[in-house]
């Protein structure tokens, strides 16, 4: 069984006509001879009604001083319902797909909420269910604590680590970061209209981007999927283009140069808001 895992964010969730979108990619791995586990984020994002922001505001509202369980009982349910949603999508056209929470998926985690890590993933119920020809719908960006059952968060850009990490223990083919962009770009294109599409990247590499500014892929995510050598694959869900390819081999050359020759930077980088001062000590 070719096990194939697809993410897809919060916008490729967030409208009928996106989940669509999601739905013609899950039956593209099918058609393919793949058995895909779909990881899904939250609904949209800051401002609108399901978001993981929005659920936060919402609870802090009424007590700016809530506690951290029920903060990630809240933060879980943007998840929950898309996983829902996007499952019952699924059923409408035929596709046999169910919805799992993180803990329903095997994740088992410590109890620090809001920045859980995964201690183990107990992967028997995927298993059964990807024998039986179900399609799991996985909550992303959540897992559950191993004595009480507790929910818990994995911190912000949770849902690629719940890709990556369900793709290390079920040992897939792949795992594809499905968003809103065509793949990891040498710059901002906001900034620099004269970005390009990078076809492929090594983990290092693209773990360095992400810790300086670019929020294509969280850097746990490829940490994760670096020390199982399980190729990533940052693709957009609205078109049909190929992605970036994160693997180990940073070779990508240019078409009139030694396939021997490794370019000198891969991409440029920013952080917003922040400022540096210097204090000299006379």
Request: glycine share 8%; with cysteine.
């Amino acid at each position: 069984m070719k096990i194939l895992v697809q993410k897809f964010g919060g916008t490729s969730v967030a409208s009928q006509e996106a989940r669509i979108a999601v739905k013609d990619k899950v039956q593209k791995a099918v058609r393919s001879g793949f058995a895909p586990v779909v990881v899904v984020s939250a609904m949209g994002r800051k401002g609108e009604p399901y978001a993981t922001d929005t659920l936060i505001k919402v609870l802090k509202e009424t007590n700016l001083s809530v506690n951290v369980r029920e903060l990630d009982m809240m933060m879980c349910c943007g998840e929950i319902m898309a996983a829902c949603i996007m499952a019952a999508t699924l059923q409408k056209f035929g596709i046999n797909a169910m919805a799992l929470t993180g803990g329903q998926a095997g994740i088992i985690t410590d109890s620090q909420f809001g920045a859980a890590r995964i201690k183990n993933i107990n992967v028997s119920n995927l298993h059964h269910l990807l024998e039986s020809g179900v399609i799991p719908i996985v909550c992303g960006f959540q897992g559950m604590t191993e004595n009480n059952g507790k929910f818990t968060t994995l911190g912000r850009g949770g849902s690629d680590t719940t890709a990556a990490a369900i793709g290390a223990a079920l040992h897939a083919e792949c795992v594809e970061i499905y968003t809103d962009v065509e793949g990891i770009m040498t710059a901002d294109p906001r900034l620099v209209k004269e970005a390009s599409i990078l076809k492929q990247i090594s983990y290092g590499e693209v773990c360095q981007m992400a810790h300086q500014g670019a929020k294509v892929i969280h850097p746990r995510a490829v940490e994760i999927a670096m020390k199982k050598n399980i190729p990533l694959i940052v693709k957009s869900t609205f078109s049909d283009a190929p992605g970036t390819l994160i693997t180990n081999d940073c070779a990508e050359t240019e078409e009139d140069t030694s396939i021997n020759e490794r370019r000198l930077a891969s991409g440029v980088t920013h952080l917003t808001d922040l400022a540096q001062f210097r204090v000299a000590l006379n």
